[in-house]
């Protein structure tokens, strides 16, 4: 049961556009939700998050959106550049004593020069 | 502050084999989650320990086990390996375990690889 999901498998940019990263899940139940980067032979870096109690959190050139009722997020990215090229992977996660994240299976970004 | 540690980075192991793989968290950090990251399951988690304590564990065979020491480093075990445990096995580590409000922070992994 995959609660975390992450459609496209890839996404191609041009340097200078915007990203649009999505995220859809299934489980009303989680209370965060995280955006990774990751590199390839590098652990996941933490980009930004959002409490399921806001709608927009900004941070620099990235802002994640959350829309409860259709159990969607999304990653914005602006400007893109070409050092964004990396898989994203959202993340979620249920309030309680425990740091157990719910991984979706993450998008790769290849922003073009 | 240094990161996350994590050794070996590279282990090549033969089925029936067991292995141990270490992880020292961030000063200061408590909690330690392990995941394993493999090209079909995405990245999965395998169990989580805060103060000396697992917290909690996700669904892998009892053959994957794990243990926090009085200094918050880790270790996981893998006993009787098997061609499909090959992964790279991820260790993260946070201040305080649950609220998420606290954000992960995680090493670049262990590749094990089971021949």
């Known amino acids: 049961d995959q609660q975390v999901k992450q459609n496209s498998p890839s996404l191609s940019v041009q340097e200078g556009r915007i990203s649009i990263l999505n995220c859809d899940y299934t489980?009303?139940?989680?209370?965060?939700f995280l955006w990774y980067k990751k590199y390839p032979a590098e652990g996941p870096t933490f980009l930004i998050s959002?409490?399921?109690?806001?709608d927009k959190n900004e941070d620099g050139r990235f802002t994640v959106f959350l829309n409860k009722s259709a159990k969607h997020l999304s990653l914005h990215i602006v400007p893109s550049q070409p050092g964004d090229s990396a898989v994203y992977f959202c993340?979620?996660?249920?309030?309680?004593?425990?740091?157990?994240?719910?991984f979706g299976t993450g998008t790769l970004l290849a922003v073009q020069p | 502050k240094a990161g996350v540690t994590q050794t070996p980075r590279y282990l090549i192991k033969t089925r029936g084999q067991q292995v141990t793989l270490s992880c020292s968290p961030i000063?200061?950090?408590?909690?330690v989650s392990w995941y394993q990251q493999t090209p079909g399951q995405g990245l999965q988690f395998l169990f989580e320990?805060?103060?000396?304590?697992?917290?909690n564990k996700g669904n892998f065979p009892g053959r994957f086990s794990g243990r926090q020491f009085s200094n918050s480093r880790s270790e996981m075990n893998v006993s009787t390996l098997e061609l499909g445990d090959s992964a790279l096995y991820l260790c993260?580590?946070?201040?305080?375990?649950?609220?998420?409000?606290?954000?992960?922070?995680f090493g670049n992994g262990t590749r094990l690889t089971v021949t």
């Open positions: 993260a580590s946070s201040p305080k375990s649950g609220g998420g409000g606290s954000p992960l922070h």
């Open positions: 489980n009303s139940m989680f209370d965060y």
């Open positions: 959002i409490s399921s109690i806001k």
């Open positions: 993340a979620a996660i249920k309030n309680g004593a425990t740091n157990k994240l719910i």
């Open positions: 000063s200061g950090h408590r909690s």
């Open positions: 320990y805060f103060s000396e304590t697992q917290r």
